[in-house]
C-alpha cells in the first residue's frame, strides 16, 4: 500500500508536474468510462476468510459495508455489477455485498433487476452511515485544486461543497475509490477526489476536508447475498423481500396487496420496475417487517392466487442505523 508520501510504483514523483499526455488522457479518459471488468485479489482482511465479491475497489463503500458484516471477508472487487452476480453464480466467490438502497438517492435499480434473474438469496442486511471525505495527495490544497473526481450519486451529495469552490469542475468516475486510485496512480496535485476515510488510508491518500455531503442522514443498505438456498431463513428473521408480476386485470395488484395486508405484515417498501422486452409491464418490488419469520412462507402463498410469479427474495433479520 503506498504512503501518503512515496509515490505509486511506476508514477512520477510528488514534486514532479504532471505533463504525460498519455497520463492526462488516461485521468480524463476513465471518467468517460468503466475499465473492463477485472478481480482484484487480496484486498480482504484474511485471504482465508469468506470470499465476497464487491461492484468497485478496495476501499469504496462496498468494501466497508462486507467488512462489517463478515469481519474477516477477502474482499473481490469487480468494476460493474454484472461481473459481481456472475462470480457468485459461478462459484468463484463465496457471497457478494452490494449496495440495494440509499436514503437520499433511492434504490440500485439494476441490482433489484439483477437479484430476480439470478439463483441467490438475501442472507443478512445492514446499514451503513455515508461519510463523503475530499481527498488529495500528500501536500495539495483546496485552494488549488480544479478537478473533483467521484461516482455521480457521490457529486451529487456534495453539491453544497462543491459550490463554495467554483474553481473545481466536478468529473464523473465509475467508482468513488477508484477515483482516489487514480488520483494516487497519476499523481495529480491539482486534482481531488471525493471517498470514503477507508479509500484515503488503503490508497496512501490525504483528507482534506471531511464530511463533506450536503445531509448527515445520508445511509445505504447493503445486502449480504448468497447462491440459492444457501441462505435460510434466520430464527431472528424479521424482514422479508419479494418480487412479483400480477395477472393483468383490473384490481389484481390492490387483492395482492390486501391479502398481504391481511397476515398482519407491515408493508415498508414498494416499487415497480419494467419488464424487459414487454413494454408496460412491470415487476413490483416489495419489502415487508415480519412478526415472525413463518410469516415469510405465508406472504408468498397469500401472493401467489394474484400473481403471474413470485419469488423471495430473501427473509433476513433488518439492519439498524449505528
Not at 509515490?7 to 508536474?17: E, H, I, S, V
Not at 451503513?128 to 485544486?145: C, E, M, P, T
Not at 390486501?258 to 407491515?266: E, F, H, I, Q, V
Amino acid at each position: 500500500m503506498p504512503s501518503e508520501t512515496s509515490p505509486a510504483p511506476g508514477a512520477a514523483t510528488a514534486d514532479a508536474k504532471i505533463s504525460n499526455e498519455d497520463a492526462l488522457k488516461l485521468w480524463y479518459g476513465a471518467s468517460e468510462r468503466a475499465p473492463k471488468p477485472r478481480p482484484i485479489q487480496n484486498a480482504g482482511v484474511s485471504p482465508d476468510g469468506m470470499k465476497i465479491a464487491i461492484q468497485g475497489e478496495a476501499g469504496s463503500f462496498s468494501h466497508e459495508a462486507a467488512m462489517k458484516l463478515v469481519a474477516d471477508a477477502a474482499i473481490v472487487p469487480f468494476s460493474v455489477s454484472s461481473e459481481v452476480f456472475a462470480a457468485l453464480a459461478e462459484g468463484d466467490v463465496e457471497a457478494a455485498v452490494i449496495p440495494i438502497e440509499n436514503s437520499l438517492a433511492g434504490s440500485v435499480s439494476e441490482h433489484f433487476d439483477l437479484l430476480l434473474s439470478h439463483d441467490v438469496q438475501v442472507e443478512r442486511e445492514t446499514l451503513l452511515r455515508i461519510r463523503h471525505n475530499l481527498i488529495g495527495l500528500s501536500g495539495a490544497a483546496i485552494d488549488h485544486i480544479d478537478r473533483v473526481f467521484s461516482h455521480p450519486v457521490a457529486l451529487a451529495q456534495c453539491r453544497n461543497f462543491l459550490a463554495r469552490y467554483p474553481r473545481m469542475e466536478a468529473l464523473a468516475f465509475y467508482d468513488t475509490a477508484g477515483s482516489v486510485k487514480q488520483l494516487v496512480s497519476v499523481r495529480d496535485r491539482h486534482a481531488a477526489a471525493i471517498a470514503s476515510a477507508a479509500a484515503a488510508r488503503y490508497y496512501g491518500a490525504r483528507i482534506l476536508a471531511a464530511n463533506i455531503e450536503d445531509n448527515p442522514e445520508n445511509y445505504t443498505r447493503f445486502f449480504l447475498v448468497r447462491r440459492g438456498h444457501r441462505a435460510p431463513c434466520a430464527p431472528d428473521a424479521n424482514k422479508i423481500s419479494l418480487a412479483f408480476s400480477v395477472e393483468n386485470k383490473p384490481g389484481s395488484l390492490v387483492a395482492a396487496l390486501k391479502d398481504l395486508s391481511a397476515l398482519g405484515t407491515n408493508l415498508t417498501k414498494i416499487e415497480s420496475r419494467p419488464v424487459q422486452g414487454k413494454p408496460w409491464e412491470y415487476i413490483f418490488y416489495v419489502d415487508c417487517q415480519l412478526n415472525h419469520p413463518d410469516e415469510g412462507v405465508r406472504a408468498v402463498e397469500a401472493l401467489q392466487p394474484h400473481c403471474a410469479m413470485v419469488k423471495s427474495l430473501g427473509c433476513y433479520k433488518a439492519g439498524t442505523r449505528d
